[in-house]
């Protein structure tokens, strides 16, 4: 099963849904919404109240091979008191409920996908981070491309780290119900975190290391054009980056930094300034 939600940067629920539209899985079910969103809008047609819409939390299927595959896309996360992301026991719940489709179906397996903020430079390629739920599963990791453990991540210490919302979630449930379980994530320099705008260099990726543990093929080229846009509105904020922050923050291309320094902050209030100023005349991305 592949799991996403919406998160930083989108890079998660874009790679699923990515994954599921480009394989062509049919949709399969849903888990009703009344218990775990307020409706996103009333319908009213002609002065008749017609329905209220939901955030969508449905599950596709696709036969591949000799495999089954089921994906899971949530619109939103469940949380409690204003949090952007999953919290309380809604979200425990929604997790539990996901997993029981999943053993339901014989799913050995659940993968989910979001974000990991680093300490990288935009104009490298983004690598996927891996946490994963048993030993076993470490030899595995190490051999897909582009990729590495939470663990090796040089800003982390003694290789701690932790997985926010549902995507870190989901990975726990499963391993508490005997499936093995990974999340797969998406580099995104830390002050971009905070953007408004999706990181699909990031979605890239991690679909490239979906690619290759299916062994299909897939077109990334729908990609291309968003990629584009999204890079030109970055390079526009790293252009007006004064000269002593730029110099601090292009020396990610080379070294691997330990800790977090002053250019997080800086960037970040510099970047949020500009996004503001701009908002209404820059291009945004289709």
Request: glycine share 10%; aromatic share 10%; charged share 25%.
């Amino acid at each position: 099963m592949f799991v996403g939600w919406p998160g930083i940067g989108n890079i998660g629920i874009l790679a699923v849904s990515a994954l599921k539209d480009q394989l062509k899985a049919e949709p399969l079910g849903e888990i009703e919404s009344w218990d775990f969103f307020y409706p996103r809008k009333v319908f009213i047609q002609d002065g008749l109240l017609e329905g209220l819409e939901f955030p969508s939390n449905q599950f596709y299927y696709k036969r591949l091979g000799h495999k089954d595959l089921l994906f899971f896309i949530g619109e939103e996360q469940p949380a409690v008191g204003g949090r952007m992301y999953a919290s309380g026991e809604k979200a425990y719940q929604m997790a539990n409920l996901v997993i029981d489709v999943a053993i339901q179906f014989g799913c050995k397996r659940v993968y989910t996908s979001g974000a990991c903020v680093s300490l990288s430079h935009h104009q490298l390629k983004p690598r996927v981070i891996a946490v994963v739920s048993s030993k076993a599963l470490i030899q595995e990791i190490k051999e897909y491309p582009n990729t590495i453990l939470m663990s090796e991540l040089g800003e982390r210490g003694e290789g701690e780290g932790t997985i926010t919302g549902l995507n870190g979630l989901l990975l726990a449930v499963a391993k508490k119900r005997g499936l093995d379980s990974l999340c797969l994530m998406g580099e995104i320099p830390d002050w971009l975190s905070g953007a408004s705008f999706p990181y699909p260099k990031a979605s890239r990726s991690v679909l490239e290391v979906f690619r290759e543990i299916l062994e299909v093929e897939i077109d990334l080229g729908f990609l291309d054009k968003i990629e584009r846009e999204i890079e030109e509105m970055v390079e526009t904020f790293y252009a007006k980056f004064p000269p002593d922050l730029k110099e601090e923050y292009d020396q990610r291309k080379s070294l691997v930094q330990t800790r977090p320094g002053t250019i997080t902050v800086q960037a970040q209030i510099f970047v949020d300034d500009q996004f503001k100023e701009g908002e209404e005349g820059e291009k945004k991305p289709s």
